[in-house]
Nanobody, 115 residues
C-alpha cells in the first residue's frame, strides 16, 4: 500500500502563507486524482483542493482564490500553497487520492493560524 507523508505545516499569523508537501512512496499520483483534506477539532474531515492526473484543479469555496494545488508526478509529490491564511484554516491537513484510500492516510501536518 502506498504511504503518504505530509509536511510543511506550522504556526502562522493571519494573512501569512504556508506551502504543504505530500510525498508518496509510489507513483500513485500519476494515475489518480489527488486531494488535500483537512480536519479541524470537532469537525469532519473535508476536501479542500484537488487536482486530476491531467492537471485540472478544483477548490472548496472556503479556500478558492487563496489556495493553489499542484503536483510533480516525476517526484511523486503534491503541494498545497496556502496564502492569506485565516484562523478558520486551522486544522490538520492530509493528502490522499480521490476517492481516498483508508490505508493511505498519513499523520497529517498541523496548520495553526493565529490572530
Amino acid at each position: 500500500q502506498v504511504q503518504l507523508v505530509e509536511s510543511g505545516g506550522g504556526l502562522v499569523q493571519v494573512g501569512g502563507s504556508l506551502r504543504l508537501s505530500c510525498a508518496a512512496s509510489g507513483s500513485i499520483f500519476s494515475f489518480n486524482a489527488m486531494g488535500w483534506y483537512r480536519q479541524a477539532p470537532g469537525k469532519p474531515r473535508e476536501l479542500v483542493a484537488s487536482i486530476t492526473q491531467y492537471g485540472r484543479t478544483n477548490y472548496a469555496d472556503s479556500v478558492k482564490g487563496r489556495f493553489t494545488v499542484s503536483r510533480d508526478n516525476a517526484k511523486n509529490t503534491g503541494y498545497l500553497q496556502m496564502n492569506s491564511l485565516k484562523p478558520e484554516d486551522t486544522a490538520v491537513y492530509y493528502c490522499n487520492v480521490i476517492p481516498p484510500r483508508s490505508a493511505s492516510w498519513g499523520q497529517g501536518t498541523q496548520v495553526t493560524v493565529s490572530s
